[in-house]
C-alpha cells in the first residue's frame, strides 16, 4: 500500500480511549506524537522507494522493528494483554505504514535471464552439458530452472541459447554461483564437454529481474505440442513511463492478448539500474509461428486495443519493442 493510501486510511480511524471520539487519528490532538512518527516514516519511505532491492528489504525490515518499539515506548499501556481499539487500531496503522515500505518485489524470488553465444558448431555440445548435467547441478545448488530456449533467427538458431533461472534473493544467487562452479562435477562435466574446443565465443549476459505484479502463474498444457513459439519481448518507456505501461499490461494488455490466442507467460522488471527504470521484459507463447503473426494483426486492430493505447498515456516507447521469437529445448520447464 502507497503510503498517502496508509495515512488515508489512517485519517478514518476513531481512536476510541479519547474523549473527542468524533475526531479521526490524524486530527486528535492527543495523537501530534504519533502523526509526527508518521511523517517521518513517510520521509523514509520516499527515500526508500529508490534504493536497491537488498538495501530496500533492509530498511523495510529495520522499519518494522523501529516502530513497533516506539509505539510501544510512548504507548505503554499497549504492553498490556488487554486488546483495546486503540491497541488495535495502532497495530493496523504501523503495520501499513511498516509494509508500505516493503514493494510487492522486496519478499519476491529473483529471477536471472541468461543469454548464451557459442563458437560455430557448439551449440549442440551446450545443449548436452545443460541437458545431462547443468540442469540438475542448478537443483542441487538451490538454483530452478524456469525455461530453456533457443532463437529461431537463422543466426541466432545456430549458437544461442537464452534461458531464465530463479533464485530464493539476490544474495542466494551469489551463494548458489559460488557453490555451482567450485562443484567438482561441474568443472568435470565442463572439462569433458569442452575436450573438442572451447563452446562459449563470450561471457554470458545475464539480467537479474523481480515479477511484476500482474505476471501470471504459467501451466504447461497437457499436451503443448511440438509447433509452439515462444517470444521474449523487452519494452523501453519513455522516462517516467514505466507505471503507465505496467498499468496498461495489467488492466488492458494482458486480457486483449489472451482474447487473440496470446498466452501470457511471464512479466518481469530488471532489478538494476538503469534498466529498473524504464524497462519491461516479457515471454509471451503462440501456438505456431503462423498463429503469431494471425495474433499480432488481430490485435493491433482490435479498437479495445487502440483505445486503450490511446487513453494509456503511456505514448511512443523510448525504442522500438525487442523481439525474439524462440522455440523450447527438449529439457525446458516451459513447454
Same mark, same amino acid.
Given at each position: 500500500?502507497?503510503?498517502?493510501?496508509?495515512?488515508?486510511?489512517?485519517?478514518?480511524?476513531?481512536?476510541?480511549?479519547?474523549?473527542?471520539?468524533?475526531?479521526?487519528?490524524?486530527?486528535?490532538?492527543?495523537?501530534?506524537?504519533?502523526?509526527?512518527?508518521?511523517?517521518?516514516?513517510?520521509?523514509?519511505?520516499?527515500?526508500?522507494?529508490?534504493?536497491?532491492?537488498?538495501?530496500?528489504?533492509?530498511?523495510?525490515?529495520?522499519?518494522?522493528?523501529?516502530?513497533?518499539?516506539?509505539?510501544?515506548?510512548?504507548?505503554p499501556s499497549l504492553q498490556g494483554i488487554q486488546t483495546t481499539p486503540?491497541?488495535?487500531?495502532?497495530?493496523?496503522?504501523?503495520?501499513?505504514?511498516?509494509?508500505?515500505?516493503?514493494?510487492?518485489?522486496?519478499?519476491?524470488?529473483?529471477?536471472?535471464?541468461?543469454?548464451?553465444?557459442?563458437?560455430?558448431?557448439?551449440?549442440?555440445?551446450l545443449n548436452d552439458r545443460f541437458r545431462d548435467h547443468t540442469v540438475?547441478?542448478?537443483?542441487?545448488?538451490?538454483?530452478?530452472?524456469?525455461?530453456?530456449?533457443?532463437?529461431?533467427?537463422?543466426?541466432?538458431?545456430?549458437?544461442?541459447?537464452?534461458?531464465?533461472?530463479?533464485?530464493?534473493?539476490?544474495?542466494?544467487?551469489?551463494?548458489?554461483?559460488?557453490?555451482?562452479?567450485?562443484?567438482?562435477?561441474?568443472?568435470?562435466?565442463? @572439462?569433458? !564437454?569442452?575436450?573438442?574446443?572451447?563452446? %562459449? *565465443?563470450?561471457? $554470458? #549476459? +545475464?539480467? =537479474?529481474?523481480?515479477?511484476? /505484479? &500482474?505476471?501470471?502463474?504459467?501451466?504447461?498444457?497437457?499436451?503443448?505440442?511440438?509447433?509452439?513459439?515462444?517470444?521474449?519481448?523487452?519494452?523501453?518507456?519513455?522516462?517516467?513511463?514505466?507505471?503507465?505501461?505496467?498499468?496498461?499490461?495489467?488492466?488492458?494488455?494482458?486480457?486483449?492478448?489472451?482474447?487473440?490466442?496470446?498466452?501470457?507467460?511471464?512479466?518481469?522488471?530488471?532489478?538494476?539500474?538503469?534498466?529498473?527504470?524504464?524497462?519491461?521484459?516479457?515471454?509471451?507463447?503462440?501456438?505456431?509461428?503462423?498463429?503469431?503473426?494471425?495474433?499480432?494483426?488481430?490485435?493491433?486492430?482490435?479498437?479495445?486495443?487502440?483505445? @486503450?493505447? !490511446?487513453?494509456?498515456?503511456?505514448?511512443? %516507447? *523510448?525504442?522500438? $519493442? #525487442? +523481439?525474439? =521469437?524462440?522455440?523450447?529445448? /527438449? &529439457?525446458?520447464?516451459?513447454?
Open positions: 500500500m502507497p503510503i498517502w493510501e496508509a495515512l488515508e486510511y489512517l485519517n478514518t480511524l476513531v481512536d476510541h480511549n479519547d474523549p473527542d471520539i468524533e475526531l479521526p487519528q490524524i486530527e486528535n490532538p492527543s495523537n501530534t506524537i504519533r502523526t509526527f512518527v508518521f511523517g517521518v516514516t513517510a520521509l523514509v519511505l520516499a527515500i526508500v522507494e529508490n534504493c536497491p532491492l537488498l538495501l530496500r528489504r533492509r530498511i523495510a525490515l529495520a522499519t518494522i522493528i523501529v516502530s513497533t518499539r516506539v509505539q510501544l515506548l510512548m504507548f486503540m491497541k488495535k487500531n495502532l497495530t493496523k496503522i504501523f503495520a501499513l505504514i511498516s509494509f508500505a515500505t516493503i514493494t510487492p518485489s522486496s519478499f519476491a524470488d529473483v529471477f536471472e535471464l541468461r543469454t548464451y553465444t557459442t563458437n560455430e558448431g557448439k551449440l549442440d555440445a540438475d547441478l542448478f537443483k542441487k545448488h538451490g538454483i530452478e530452472s524456469v525455461g530453456y530456449w533457443v532463437p529461431t533467427d537463422d543466426q541466432k538458431s545456430k549458437n544461442t541459447l537464452i534461458y531464465v533461472i530463479k533464485h530464493e534473493s539476490r544474495d542466494a544467487a551469489k551463494a548458489s554461483w559460488q557453490a555451482f562452479i567450485s562443484d567438482p562435477e561441474w568443472k568435470r562435466a565442463a @572439462a569433458e !564437454s569442452q575436450k573438442d574446443g572451447k563452446i %562459449l *565465443a563470450k561471457s $554470458p #549476459e +545475464s539480467v =537479474y529481474m523481480e515479477t511484476a /505484479d &500482474y505476471s501470471p502463474t504459467w501451466n504447461n498444457a497437457e499436451d503443448p505440442g511440438s509447433d509452439a513459439a515462444f517470444e521474449l519481448r523487452i519494452y523501453k518507456a519513455a522516462e517516467g513511463k514505466l507505471g503507465k505501461l505496467d498499468a496498461r499490461f495489467r488492466d488492458h494488455t494482458i486480457k486483449l492478448f489472451a482474447r487473440h490466442g496470446i498466452q501470457s507467460v511471464a512479466y518481469w522488471h530488471p532489478t538494476d539500474k538503469p534498466d529498473s527504470k524504464d524497462t519491461l521484459v516479457y515471454i509471451i507463447r503462440h501456438d505456431s509461428s503462423a498463429a503469431a503473426k494471425k495474433s499480432w494483426q488481430a490485435f493491433g486492430t482490435d479498437p479495445d486495443w487502440k483505445k @486503450a493505447a !490511446s487513453e494509456s498515456g503511456v505514448g511512443r %516507447l *523510448a525504442t522500438r $519493442p #525487442e +523481439s525474439i =521469437y524462440m522455440t523450447a529445448t /527438449d &529439457y525446458s520447464a516451459i513447454r
